[in-house]
């Protein structure tokens, strides 16, 4: 069992940057692929970006070049760094845990574990 608790986000204009962080428990999360979802108000929750246990990294094509996905294991924490922000990126940010090396599924049906997410607002 892992717990997950997403803290950043906020309101930035639009070409801003925010932090995200997720702090996990229980488990050890060095045993988990990590991950951020986002789901915007009507539309279906999509995966964000992912880090593998061991380090590697996948991005959506939309984030790809401005968001940055990274893992601190002795801190258990996970990071969102998103640069260069636009107001389609406005949604709610989910962290998610996976338990194994090879990365998160993209349909957020089969994620077993998430944060209670928080919102990241670009205002235009």
């Known amino acids: 069992q892992v717990q997950l608790v997403e803290s950043g986000g906020g309101l930035v204009q639009t070409g801003g940057s925010l932090g995200l962080s997720c702090a996990a428990s229980?488990?050890?999360?060095?045993?988990?692929?990590l991950g951020w979802f986002r789901q915007a108000p009507g539309k279906q929750r999509e995966l964000v970006a992912q880090?593998?246990?061991?380090?590697?990294?996948n991005y959506a094509n939309s984030v790809k070049g401005r968001f940055t996905i990274s893992r601190d294991n002795a801190k258990n924490t996970v990071y969102l760094q998103m640069n260069s922000l636009k107001p389609e990126d406005t949604a709610v940010y989910y962290c998610?845990?996976?338990?194994?090396?090879?990365?998160?599924?993209?349909?957020?049906?089969?994620?077993?574990?998430w944060g209670q997410g928080t919102q990241v607002t670009v205002s235009s």
């Open positions: 880090i593998s246990t061991g380090g590697n990294t």
């Open positions: 998610a845990a996976e338990r194994g090396p090879f990365g998160l599924p993209s349909d957020s049906r089969y994620i077993d574990y």
């Open positions: 229980g488990r050890t999360s060095s045993d988990y692929s």
